[in-house]
Nanobody, 120 residues
Framework: QVQLVESGGGLVQAGGSLRLSCEAS????????MAWYRQAPGNERDLVAG???????NYADSVRGRFTISRDNAKNTVSLQMNSLKPEDTAVYYC??????????????WGQGTQVTVSS
């Protein structure tokens, strides 16, 4: 099992910045991906950004160039720096840890979610 604890989030005006952090604990070993997803009311949970244990990252088109994901493998943490925030970034943001077994099978773990609200 892997436990995820998120911090950050809150209320910010459009154009502002926020930083989300997530710390993983428990059975952390081998290949894994840490990511941030978000879910707005009435919408599905969508990938915002992800980063592999080797440091390869990917972003949703809607946030590329504004958000930066990073991780510290020694501390088992992942962060999301969000700049130039827009009202449409408003959502609950979830930290995700995907453990990838050598067979290719994967297991997802989720944080409790943190609210990000961007006012216009």
């Amino acid at each position: 099992q892997v436990q995820l604890v998120e911090s950050g989030g809150g209320l910010v005006q459009a154009g502002g910045s926020l930083r989300l952090s997530c710390e993983a604990s428990g059975r952390i070993f081998g290949n894994n991906v840490m990511a941030w997803y978000r879910q707005a009311p009435g919408n599905e949970r969508d990938l915002v950004a992800g980063i592999t244990s080797s440091g390869t990252s990917n972003y949703a088109d809607s946030v590329r160039g504004r958000f930066t994901i990073s991780r510290d493998n020694a501390k088992n943490t992942v962060s999301l720096q969000m700049n130039s925030l827009k009202p449409e970034d408003t959502a609950v943001y979830y930290c995700n840890f995907r453990s990838i077994h050598w067979t290719g099978r994967s297991t997802d773990y989720w944080g409790q979610g943190t609210q990000v609200t961007v006012s216009s």
